[in-house]
């Protein structure tokens, strides 16, 4: 069974950065996306960023320029780094990895962290 478990969240100031961690167990394919959402209260969960297994990343625009997702294949870690963090940047967010297996496309989710930024 694969398990996600996020870390890194907190609480930061305006302007601040935050290193969010996504450590991973059980059985992981090679051909997969990782990635990181958020959600704030009230809203929809969004995407903020993803990385694929051959490297190509997505970001949110809102996030462009501010926040980089990288990973380590050798242990299925996937990073984002959060600078000149904004309020708005305030919600839970949760580590997803996407993976073709066996049977079809599986998406598995992590518990999630909280980030709040402060003004």
């Known amino acids: 069974q694969v398990q996600l478990v996020e870390s890194g969240g907190g609480l930061v100031q305006a302007g601040g950065s935050l290193r969010l961690s996504c450590a991973t167990s059980g059985h992981i394919f090679s051909n997969n996306v990782m990635g990181w959402y958020r959600q704030a209260p009230g809203k929809q969960r969004e995407l903020v960023a993803t990385?694929?297994?051959?490297?190509?990343?997505n970001y949110a625009d809102s996030v462009k320029g501010r926040f980089s997702i990288s990973r380590d294949s050798t242990n299925y870690t996937v990073y984002l780094q959060m600078n000149t963090l904004k309020p708005e940047d305030t919600a839970v967010y949760y580590c997803n990895l996407n993976q073709l297996e066996f049977g079809g496309r599986r998406g598995y989710w992590g518990q999630g962290t909280q980030v709040t930024v402060s003004s």
């Open positions: 990385m694929s297994s051959d490297g190509s990343t």
